[in-house]
């Protein structure tokens, strides 16, 4: 007789292999950790779980990976929701951002991170920027670590950008910033494939070429991950324009950025040249 951890049985499962496989009766077996098999039709006989769920009539998939929130927007729903989206960040988000709390946080984190979960997604990735305390950063971790949810925590930075309306308290250095990526890779090591921490420019207007070059130079030595806002609006070109001579997509690529390393966010009016880069 065989005994498991868990077993789903009846299900529709949907595998997300290679091949998009879908198994339209099956189960799947479960021990510890570890997906042991996945079969079609009914279990067999002597074979046994601690806990059984019958999913009949249900599918069944791999979670959903949430690639990008910023988690303690989660307190500024319907805040705002007239605006276009840098009128709404300059009067809503960046505001209220200065005052966030580390309690504020992890609070924060606790509500999307379990409103992730109900909705399927088992991996997180928050894009934090709110940098004026270290301790708001370890809020924001502590609330993830909360509901269990397997955490990608990007720590960002900006290093310009009070003109185009980021607080001034959001603003240090980008080798100021490294050092505290240092930091919670450091405090956060032991947390193996359940918490990963990265870093990122947080947009174009708020980042200056030298600090695109620290943070690269930080990751390529270090080997850690790094994402960004990329054209999220018409902004990132009309910036890049402005200041650089050139839309960002030709930018980063000119710089090196655009490498497997990077994870690129919203990306919403790139061209169909650009898509190819």
């Known amino acids: 007789m065989a005994h498991h951890d868990l077993i789903i049985k009846n299900a529709d499962i949907c ?16 021990d510890g950790e570890t997906i ?45 929701a007239d605006h276009h989206l840098i009128e709404w960040l300059n009067r809503s988000a960046l505001p209220y951002g200065k005052y966030m709390t580390p309690y504020q946080h992890r ?8 409103e992730a979960i ?3 997604c088992t991996t997180l990735c928050e894009f934090f920027y709110t940098d004026q305390d270290p301790e708001l950063a370890d809020g924001c971790i502590a609330g993830m670590e909360d509901t269990g949810i397997r955490s990608v925590f990007i720590r ?18 980008a080798d100021k910033a490294m050092e505290e990526v240092s930091r919670l890779r450091h405090d956060y090591a ?13 947009v174009t207007w708020s980042t200056t070429k030298e600090g695109y070059r620290t943070m690269l130079d930080y990751c390529k030595s270090e080997n850690v991950r790094y994402a960004m806002h990329i054209d999220e609006t018409e902004v990132d070109d009309d910036m890049c324009q402005k200041h650089y001579g050139q839309d960002i997509i030709p930018m980063l690529d ?24």
């Open 107 to 114: 609070l924060a984190a606790q509500l999307t991170c379990m």
């Open 156 to 173: 960002t930075f900006q290093d310009c950008g009070e003109d185009y309306g980021m607080p001034a308290c959001f603003i240090q250095p």
């Open 15 to 30: 595998t997300m292999d290679a091949n998009m496989t879908r198994i339209q009766h099956g189960y799947v077996v479960v």
């Open 254 to 277: 000119d710089m090196g950025f655009l490498t497997d390393h990077m994870l690129g966010v919203h990306c919403v009016n790139l061209t169909p040249d650009e898509m190819t880069v």
């Open 118 to 120: 109900k909705s399927g």
């Open 36 to 80: 042991t098999s996945v079969n079609e039709g009914s279990v067999p006989a002597g074979v046994e779980a601690d806990t059984v769920i019958d999913a009949e009539g249900q599918v069944l998939f791999p979670g959903f990976i949430d690639t990008h929130t910023h988690i303690f927007q989660s307190f500024l729903k319907g805040l705002g």
């Open 190 to 202: 032991d947390r193996s494939d359940m918490l990963s921490i990265w870093t990122g420019p947080d």
